[in-house]
């Protein structure tokens, strides 16, 4: 393949005020510039997008940079090295990076990661075999600190990370997956996967449907990608020394109003209650250790993921949009080649 003169990009255009819309996003047309020694140039066949990259929209500080105006955004992907000035890739390798919502990546080699598309295809590293499963895997059981015989309840189960994090709940010896999505489509979908009970957070009170989905044994974990009423209810229906992980507070990525917390935070007194927030990069020391039970259980059957794909980089922001709303079914993955 002979060097490309120009790539694609996404560029923020401008900030979102609430919901994202396709305005705030530009589709952009820029140089390929010259590899530099220890550099590797990829032609990116698919790119994640992801709830995080919500709050990268807002210029306030975080846990990471946010998203610069008229620049392109950045995230997961996946692709083949064309060329390569780095002794550690060579051309066709199928490599995982964090330069996503381009078509071609000029990056230092030690920043890509050569993948086995043996094991499985090179957009699962982008979800199961990615940060998306270390995330689930690492709130689970280091940051929830889960052990045989827990009862779990997962919010926003239906989604990359929820889904797993119920998975290998059962895969470790839970007693009991609750799991709550926006669909009845996707309870169904949870109940093929494994959960002992799910629900539709549409069709009455959170608080109502766990309660009767965890019945007296109550629950032990609470693994928390929404926020809001979910994680009101799982504080009212988790046991003594309960645990919460803190992964995502989706509810209110896109509000304008104020977010209240929750009501009967005063419970965590009384019943010795853990809540921690975490970001996955800080248990990178566990990626080993997970990638390899992890190929294990998809091995077995014990393990499965579903994945949404949207095809072409012009075609990004809306499946980021779509996401936000939570049209995917797993993982929301976008096909660039």
């Not at 560029?11 to 530099?36: I, K, M, Y």
């Not at 940060?131 to 989604?159: H, I, N, P, R």
């Not at 959960?195 to 309660?211: C, E, G, S």
Request: net charge negative; hydrophobic share 40%.
């Amino acid at each position: 393949m002979s060097y490309p003169q120009t790539s694609r990009e996404i560029h923020l255009a401008s900030r979102p005020d609430g919901w994202p819309v396709d305005g705030n996003f530009r589709l952009t047309e820029v140089p390929v510039p010259e590899l530099q020694d220890g550099q590797v140039l990829v032609r990116n066949t698919a790119m994640s997008v992801d709830p995080y990259m919500r709050g990268r929209m807002n210029d306030v500080k975080s846990y990471v940079p946010p998203f610069q105006l008229d620049q392109p955004l950045d995230g997961g992907a996946v692709g083949e090295v064309i060329e390569s000035r780095s002794d550690a890739h060579k051309p066709g390798d199928t490599v995982l990076h964090g330069l996503g919502w381009r078509d071609y990546a000029v990056l230092d080699g030690a920043r890509a990661r050569t993948i086995d598309t043996a094991l499985a295809p090179a957009s699962a590293y982008l979800g199961a075999l990615g940060l998306t499963g270390l995330t689930a895997y690492a709130g689970l059981t280091k940051v929830a600190e889960f052990k045989e015989g827990d009862a779990v309840f997962v919010s926003g189960a239906a989604g990359a990370v929820g889904s797993l994090v119920g998975q290998i709940a059962k895969a470790l010896g839970a007693s009991r997956v609750i799991g709550s999505a926006g669909s009845a489509k996707k309870v169904e979908r949870l109940r093929e996967l494994g959960f002992d009970a799910a629900f539709n957070y549409h069709d009455a009170p959170v608080k109502d449907q766990l309660q009767e989905a965890a019945g007296e044994q109550g629950i032990d974990v609470y693994f928390d990608n929404v926020g809001g009423d979910h994680l009101e209810a799982a504080i009212s229906e988790l046991n003594k020394y309960g645990r919460i992980a803190m992964c995502g507070a989706i509810s209110q990525y896109n509000t304008t109003d104020k977010p209240t917390g929750p009501r009967n935070l005063a419970l965590a007194i009384g019943k010795e209650l853990t809540l921690r927030g975490f970001i996955a990069s800080s248990y990178n020391q566990y990626a080993d250790e997970f990638a390899a039970l992890m190929a294990g259980w998809l091995r077995d059957g014990q393990v499965s993921y579903d994945e949404t794909f949207v095809d072409g980089l012009e075609n990004a922001p809306q499946a980021f949009i779509d996401l936000m709303k939570g049209a995917n079914k797993g993982k929301m993955v976008v096909r660039l080649a």
